[in-house]
């Protein structure tokens, strides 16, 4: 059975940093694209920020600059830093895989979601 944990929620200050980890754990076989969306409250998840297994990444407008993901592929983990937060960037963080497993079809998969609330 393959899960997703998300870990680095949290409350911070406006213009305050947090980092976010995400790992996948199970019978994996490789971890094709993984990514961080979130969803504020009333309001659609979104992405935020996608990586490849190759290490292309895609950020959405409203983070560039701020946040930086990353993956560490021995780990089966990708990272969120998000530095000068703002209030804007509340709301609950998924992360997402796309996970090859090593008995069964590929799929996406999904954490649970960890809170980040930025005060202002």
């Known amino acids: 059975q393959v899960q997703l944990v998300e870990s680095g929620g949290g409350l911070v200050q406006t213009g305050g940093s947090l980092r976010l980890s995400c790992a996948a754990s199970g019978i994996i076989s490789r971890i094709n694209a993984m990514g961080w969306y979130r969803q504020a409250l009333g309001k659609q998840r979104e992405l935020v920020a996608d990586?490849?297994?190759?290490?292309?990444?895609n950020y959405a407008d409203s983070v560039k600059d701020r946040f930086t993901i990353s993956r560490d592929n021995t780990k089966n983990t990708v990272y969120l830093q998000m530095n000068s937060l703002k209030p804007e960037d509340t709301g609950v963080y998924y992360c997402?895989?796309?996970?090859?497993?090593?008995?069964?079809?590929?799929?996406?998969?999904w954490g649970k979601g960890t809170l980040v609330t930025v005060s202002s």
């Open positions: 997402n895989a796309n996970i090859v497993r090593l008995f069964g079809p590929t799929e996406d998969y």
């Open positions: 990586i490849t297994r190759g290490g292309s990444i």
